[in-house]
């Protein structure tokens, strides 16, 4: 549930137009908005900011997190520092933002990463955030369940070690051997960030693996649910659309 201390941060953000609309030399977005597009400054207020935000159904610090994964996915970096700022502000730690960059280099392209990390630079250096809140290039990696691990390894080679042997490796020595088990992003919200960004991008072929992935490691169906909604708004109504019968499917597969 998300606390009236963020909702009220929301809305002055919103009145004011934080860190990221204050870059404006002559104006502001907001009155940009207004200028141009006023039912979508409304939208805005009073259905984003002022009820989908509110929705009880995941938390203030979740929809940050699905916000940014989409926002770097699709490398809109327009709305990032306003969205950094609320992150941080619901309990995003600076360490779980940097992962969430690294991760996504993987999951939406190194292109997309190094502009956030553009925007995140100067968010973190506007609010003294140093490497020591950071976290380590190579750290301690959490362990591996290699049960699980060596499934998913068989599978993918018998279906494409002959095609693409390079990448069959890559994606066994770095994805899944390394970056999912970095420690600093819990693997519930290192899935919650990779089924955002594939929906974020329309990638709904690696929807079913991935939203399986981030249900066994801990996201409720209500919550899940829940994302896709709250994209239909950053992403688009198509790509959440788009999504919902892969989502129906792995949710019934699921209950048997």
């Given at each position: 549930?998300?606390?009236?201390?963020?909702?009220?941060?929301?809305?002055?953000?919103?009145?004011?137009?934080?860190?990221?609309?204050?870059?404006?030399?002559?104006?502001?977005?907001?009155?940009?908005?207004?200028?141009?597009?006023?039912?979508?400054?409304?939208?805005?207020?009073?259905?984003?900011?002022?009820?989908?935000?509110?929705?009880?159904?995941?938390?203030?610090?979740?929809?940050?997190?699905?916000?940014?994964?989409?926002?770097?996915?699709?490398?809109?970096?327009?709305?990032?520092?306003?969205?950094?700022?609320?992150?941080?502000?619901?309990?995003?730690?600076?360490?779980?933002?940097?992962?969430?960059?690294?991760?996504?280099?993987?999951?939406?392209?190194?292109?997309?990463?190094?502009?956030?990390?553009?925007?995140?630079?100067?968010?973190?250096?506007?609010?003294?955030?140093?490497?020591?809140?950071?976290?380590?290039?190579?750290?301690?990696?959490?362990p591996l369940d290699g049960a699980a691990?060596?499934?998913?390894?068989?599978?993918?080679?018998?279906?494409?070690?002959?095609?693409?042997?390079?990448?069959?490796?890559?994606?066994?020595?770095?994805?899944?051997?390394?970056?999912?088990?970095?420690?600093?992003?819990?693997?519930?919200?290192?899935?919650?960030?990779?089924?955002?960004?594939?929906?974020?991008s329309g990638q709904v072929a690696q929807i079913p693996y991935?939203?399986?992935?981030?249900?066994?490691?801990?996201?409720?169906?209500?919550?899940?649910?829940?994302?896709?909604?709250?994209?239909?708004?950053?992403?688009?109504?198509?790509?959440?659309?788009?999504?919902?019968?892969?989502?129906?499917?792995?949710?019934?597969?699921?209950?048997?």
């Amino acid at each position: 549930m998300i606390g009236s201390r963020f909702v009220t941060a929301v809305m002055v953000a919103f009145t004011s137009l934080g860190p990221v609309w204050a870059q404006a030399e002559d104006t502001t977005m907001r009155n940009d908005v207004q200028m141009v597009a006023p039912a979508l400054a409304k939208y805005t207020r009073d259905r984003l900011l002022g009820e989908v935000w509110k929705r009880p159904g995941l938390s203030a610090r979740d929809r940050s997190i699905v916000t940014l994964a989409a926002l770097i996915a699709r490398d809109q970096t327009i709305e990032m520092a306003f969205y950094l700022d609320l992150a941080l502000d619901s309990g995003v730690k600076p360490r779980e933002i940097s992962e969430i960059i690294t991760h996504l280099a993987f999951y939406s392209g190194w292109a997309n990463a190094i502009s956030a990390v553009a925007v995140a630079k100067d968010v973190f250096a506007a609010r003294g955030i140093g490497p020591d809140q950071l976290p380590a290039a190579s750290p301690p990696l959490l362990p591996l369940d290699g049960a699980a691990e060596a499934e998913r390894a068989a599978r993918v080679s018998k279906q494409f070690g002959a095609t693409a042997p390079g990448l069959v490796q890559y994606t066994t020595d770095i994805l899944f051997h390394d970056l999912w088990l970095r420690p600093d992003l819990a693997p519930r919200d290192r899935s919650l960030v990779t089924v955002s960004a594939l929906i974020a991008s329309g990638q709904v072929a690696q929807i079913p693996y991935h939203l399986n992935r981030a249900m066994d490691n801990g996201l409720t169906q209500p919550e899940a649910a829940e994302v896709i909604t709250h994209l239909a708004f950053y992403a688009g109504w198509p790509n959440a659309m788009s999504a919902l019968p892969v989502a129906k499917d792995v949710f019934e597969k699921r209950r048997h």
